[in-house]
């Protein structure tokens, strides 16, 4: 079973940065495109970030221009370039593959953006 694993969150400062790393146990990303989406407290999971299998990537309107999505295939991971980071970008930040229907979702990374 493909595990997924999440890390590079923290706490950070409004208009901070972060980057968000993403490990897969199997090649997943090269495939199936990756995808990063994030749960803050009391609300639905939501789409951040998506790459697909041929490097394409979309955002979601609320982070174009902050964050960018990337993927290393040697390394079975995706990343995410979190940049002028705002309080409410304050969430549980987890991924999964792009296509193919969601994997058993990992612990995920918290970010924090508070002053």
């Known amino acids: 079973q493909v595990q997924l694993v999440e890390s590079g969150g923290g706490l950070v400062q409004p208009g901070g940065s972060l980057r968000l790393s993403c490990a897969s146990s199997?090649?997943?990303?090269?495939?199936?495109?990756g995808a990063w989406y994030r749960q803050a407290p009391g609300k639905q999971r939501e789409l951040v970030a998506a790459?697909?299998?041929?490097?394409?990537?979309n955002y979601a309107d609320f982070v174009k221009g902050r964050l960018t999505i990337s993927r290393d295939n040697a390394k079975n991971t995706v990343y995410l370039q979190m940049n002028s980071l705002k309080p409410e970008d304050t969430a549980r930040y987890y991924c999964?593959?792009?296509?193919?229907?969601?994997?058993?979702w990992g612990q995920g990374t918290q970010v924090t953006v508070s002053s």
């Open positions: 199997e090649i997943l990303f090269s495939i199936n495109g």
């Open positions: 999964n593959r792009e296509v193919g229907g969601p994997l058993p």
């Open positions: 790459i697909t299998s041929g490097g394409s990537t």
